[in-house]
């Protein structure tokens, strides 16, 4: 198998732990083996073992080698555009109101649904291959801009599509419970019901879910609904999410932790109960910075608190056309710290290790022996960079599988 040497690096390993305590994992003078689509070795250079004559050597030039970064939130899948109530909003009008009247999700649908497969596929590679130039290797795509069966699974068919196409791996998840169509206007259970006897067990068939979703709040679904939908998925076996407690507390984050949940996100209205249940669950915060910074929320989600009970906080971008018209992970790491005030380590952390963990996986997301080789080689001298400075690409080299990226 192909062995790859890269030396000459700091490595932000990422991995958390007693002896690397909630760091970057660094070692310095570092350097890393690919075999295959895997690392096979890291750590200190001079305790590297003998290579064989034929591995290709990369030169890191001191330069900071830490793993791909990972967008566990993201509704990529969509056609239209909102600049329109953008403009409304800059106003007056607020978030809610320009969705009660039947603009905000419900616009973006109408515009999804009219929009072929290929056509949402050329515009969400557009957007993948922006976060894959930032360094993303790995990407959650959520449904939701369908809510009928068919646009449903044409979005989700397009997340599958780009997993296939491009140097990324995607995660999919059903999130048909983000709005109430039209068609069941003042209906809202019987539009669930829909979801849980039709919608999902076709995507499921389909081989189309790896995670289910649900937008709990009064402009979404009541409690209730959502754990209706959850009983669904785990009638598959598929782990559940939660968009929870982002425009007000609905105790959404103690139900999804109730049910094992991967992760609850936004979190801006999140209860002391709330932390307790998730903290207990292992269920990861989702904090999504460019919707809080785009919607112009002044209510911050309760950091301290988290990082108080020991909860693992992700960091994404949330990128779709309403709240977060934003495809930049690098921007997410630095508005993470600057906005939120994580610390470098906890922002990197967020958008490595403890993505990973919001998707359910154990794959990638550190540096480590037996991981897969999704790296990044970045043009700075220390990890602190990647969260000071915003503007300029540090990007030098990636590597997704194992396997070199080249423009
Ligand atoms: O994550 N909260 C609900 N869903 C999206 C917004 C979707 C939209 O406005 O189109 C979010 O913020
Ligand atoms: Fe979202």
Redesign the pocket.
């Known amino acids: 198998m192909p062995r790859t040497v890269i030396h000459n690096v700091t490595l932000a390993t990422m991995q958390q732990g007693a002896d690397r305590s909630a760091g970057f994992g660094l070692v310095e003078n570092g350097a890393l083996v690919i075999e295959g689509e895997q690392i096979l070795w890291c750590g200190p250079q001079d305790e590297l073992p003998q290579q064989p004559e034929d591995a290709t050597n990369v030169d890191g030039h001191g330069g900071v080698l830490s793993p791909g970064l990972i967008d566990c939130h993201t509704?990529l899948v969509w056609a239209g555009s909102?600049a329109n109530e953008f403009s409304m909003r800059l106003h007056g009008a607020s978030y809610e109101e320009i969705a009660n009247a039947g603009g905000?999700?419900l616009s973006?649908v109408r515009a999804t649904r009219a929009a072929s497969e290929d056509e949402l596929y050329q515009l969400a590679a557009v957007r993948a291959a922006a976060l894959i130039d930032q360094g993303v290797t790995e990407l959650e795509i959520k449904s939701?801009?369908g809510l009928d069966t068919e646009t449903e699974l044409k979005q989700l068919r397009v997340a599958r599509r780009l997993g296939a196409t491009l140097p990324i791996n995607v995660h999919t998840t059903f999130l048909a419970a983000?709005a109430l169509p039209e068609e069941y206007k003042d209906n809202s259970d019987g539009y669930i019901e829909y979801i849980c006897e039709q919608m999902l067990p076709q995507a499921v068939a389909e081989g189309l879910v790896d995670a289910v979703d649900v937008?709990c709040?009064r402009i979404?679904f009541s409690r209730a609904q959502t754990e209706r939908v959850f009983k669904a998925a785990q009638g598959f076996n598929l782990p559940v999410k939660l968009?929870a407690e982002?425009l007000s507390d609905q105790d959404g984050a103690a139900l999804v932790a109730d049910y094992q949940g991967l992760s609850a996100d936004?979190l801006e209205y999140l209860s002391e109960q709330g932390i307790a249940a998730m903290k207990q669950a292992g269920t990861v915060a989702v904090l999504?910075p460019g919707?809080f910074y785009f919607l112009r929320e002044t209510k911050y989600p309760p950091i301290d608190a988290l990082r108080a009970a020991g909860v693992p906080i992700a960091i994404a971008t949330?990128a779709?056309?309403?709240?977060?018209p934003i495809h930049n992970a690098q921007l997410m790491l630095h508005m993470a710290s600057t906005i939120f005030r994580l610390t470098p380590e906890e922002a990197l952390a967020g958008m490595t290790c403890h993505a990973a963990k919001a998707l359910g996986q154990n794959e990638s997301g550190v540096l480590q022996a037996g991981k897969q080789a999704n790296l990044v080689l970045w043009n700075v001298a220390e990890p602190a960079e990647l969260c000071y400075q915003f503007g300029v690409n540090p990007l030098r080299q990636r590597w997704f599988k194992g396997r070199a990226v080249h423009d």
Do not use: K
Not at 320 to 324: A, L, M, Q, R
């Open positions: 509704h909102r905000g999700i973006t939701g801009y983000h937008f709040e979404g968009h982002q936004h999504l919707a949330d779709n056309p309403g709240s977060s």
